[in-house]
């Protein structure tokens, strides 16, 4: 089996524990994980100022397919991604094509104002940030459905990268990353 390909975008503003969380629970779990920067500079500032050095610029990924496509919320993050015409395109295409298409905290509103979520197909995310979805917002902490992973909020970042690495690499993988963190939460 070849090596899954997950890309996370960068944009300015990007929540910082659902980015990093995501970033290293995949790569510790056997995923190649390029991180995209959404903007002109490789260098990202995190909503807390944390600066961060992307892998690539998205602009230079083109129309590529991977496996997984990863969208951190965050202010203003989460604004900045759902400006940007590299990204709408790429989750366009990545749900058309029935890839995994994965949103945490506000980002899940990005998939909405794209029109890529299907009628019916369920979701949740950060519970004042449900105003602006077209359906229902689940108060769980991950919601998987069809090629679809959203995920709640900050707090929900483990499971929610635990989730994605057990979609990509098999549950006996994420079973294997989570007892080396020593963490029960796909247990839970």
Known sequence: MATPVAVVFL??????IETVTVVDVL???????????????LNVKSAHGIVMRADV?????????????????????????????E?????????QARRLVCAICAAPTVLVSAGVLP???????YPSCSVDLDRPCANV???????????????????FSLVILSTLMGETAASKVARGMVTEVLDA
């Not at 944009?11 to 910082?16: L, P, V, Y």
Request: hydrophobic share 40%; aromatic share 4%.
């Open 11 to 16: 944009a300015e503003g990007f929540e910082d």
């Open 27 to 41: 790569r510790r779990g056997g995923v190649n994980v390029i991180t995209a920067a959404v903007s002109d500079s």
């Open 57 to 85: 610029l998205l602009t230079n990924l083109g129309e590529e397919m991977w496996d997984a496509v990863i969208l951190p919320g965050g202010m203003p993050g989460t604004t900045n991604l759902a400006n940007s015409p």
């Open 87 to 95: 990204v709408i395109d790429a989750i366009t295409r990545h749900a």
């Open 119 to 125: 009628p019916g197909v369920h979701v949740t995310c």
């Open 141 to 159: 902490p991950v919601v998987v459905d069809g090629n679809f992973i959203t995920g709640q909020a900050p707090g929900s970042a483990m499971l």
